[in-house]
């Protein structure tokens, strides 16, 4: 990962701890969009890209300010755990080692904490139609990219 890309995620990260909730999701958004996912940090052979490392900071904020007591399960909710659950198993039965574990506990990770982020900074459809108008400003640019 490069000094810039690493300068990049960790303010990311910190705009997301300080942010108001309705626009907590925005740097997830901006990672995720604007930052590919070869940068990565390495920790005992677990891949943490740039969208991964921003999920954790999201994770973080939702321990941080119990966020996450908004949340009631919903039907779809328990389909995405279910989905979750079985893509690990499933992945890991077809690659037949360890790798493939790791491989699809990342996916199911990004996939997973992404969704729940989502579910918690976005529960009032205010914040739904703040996000509908910074999405416009943020994708301006990568329409023209």
């Not at 300080?18 to 996912?37: D, E």
């Not at 954790?56 to 755990?81: A, M, Q, T």
Request: net charge positive; glycine share 6%; proline share 3%.
């Amino acid at each position: 990962m490069s000094p810039v890309t690493f300068v990049i995620m960790i303010v990311l990260g910190i705009i997301m701890l300080s942010v108001p909730k309705r626009y907590a999701i925005l740097p997830l958004l901006i990672g995720t969009c604007y930052i590919s996912l070869g940068p990565r940090i390495v920790i005992a052979g677990a891949d943490f890209t740039v969208t991964r490392i921003i999920i954790l900071f999201g994770l973080i904020r939702l321990l941080n300010r119990s966020e996450y007591k908004y949340i009631v399960l919903s039907k779809l909710d328990k389909y995405l755990i279910v989905w979750v659950i079985v893509s690990i198993i499933t992945g890991t039965i077809n690659f037949g080692n360890i790798s493939g574990f790791a491989n699809r506990a990342g996916m199911a990770f990004d996939a997973f904490g992404f969704y729940f982020l989502i579910r918690s900074f976005l529960s009032e459809e205010k914040d739904i139609k703040a996000l509908y108008y910074t999405i416009v400003i943020l994708f301006i640019p990568l329409a023209f990219l």
